[in-house]
C-alpha cells in the first residue's frame, strides 16, 4: 500500500467519509505547502492534550486542570438534565442562553437492530441520572434529540429504563417547531426556543 493509499484509508474512518472523498482529502493535502502541512499535523498532535471530556456530561472543552467541564461545575439550582446525541447539539442549545440546566453528551444512538454497534453511553447515563438522584439534583428528563427514526428509537429505550426505576422523575421531549428530519445542530435560536417551552411531558410507559 503506498502513502496515498494509506493516508485515505485514515480518512475513510471519519464520520460521513467515503472512499472517493478520502482520496479528495490526499490529493488537496499534497497540493498544500509545507507550513499548511505542519499546522495540521501540530493540530492533530495538540488535540488531545489541549482537550479534556468531561466526567459529567462527556462534552469535550477546553483543559482547564479540572476534571469537569464550566458547565457542570456551574451550580445553578436547576434541576434539569437535558440529553443530547453530540457536542454540537449542546453547543446551539447552550448558546441560546434559555436552557440552565445540565446536559449528558450520548454520543450516538442505540442500533434498533442488535447486529449494529451501539456508540450511545446508556451506562454511563444511567450512573449519572443514579448519582443525581441521590444528590437530589433531578426532578426533570428532557430528551433533546433531533427528530429522526434513530433517535426516536433511542428515546423510547431510555425513557423506557429511566422511567422503570425512576417513575417519579418528569420526563420531556423537545418536540414541536423540530420538523421531522431536523438536525438539533442546525436549529435556530426561535425554533430551540419554542421547542424548550412547548416541550411535551410523559410518564407512562411506551411500547417499542
Ligand atoms: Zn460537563
Redesign the pocket.
Known sequence: MNSIDKLAELFQKFPGIGKRQARRFVYFLLHKDNIYIQKLINEIANIKKEINQ??????F?PENGKS??????QDTGIKQLMIVEKDADLENVHKTNLYEG??FVLGGFIASHDKKKSYARTEQLLDKIKRDIENKELDEVIFGLSISPEAEHTRMRLYNMIHENYPDLIFSTLGRGLSSGTELEYSDIETLKYALESRITQNKKQNI
Do not use: D, H
Not at 468531561?54 to 462534552?59: A, F, H, L, V
Not at 469537569?68 to 461545575?73: F, S, V
Open positions: 468531561c466526567k459529567e456530561c462527556y462534552r472543552y469537569l467541564c464550566p458547565i457542570c461545575i445540565k446536559y
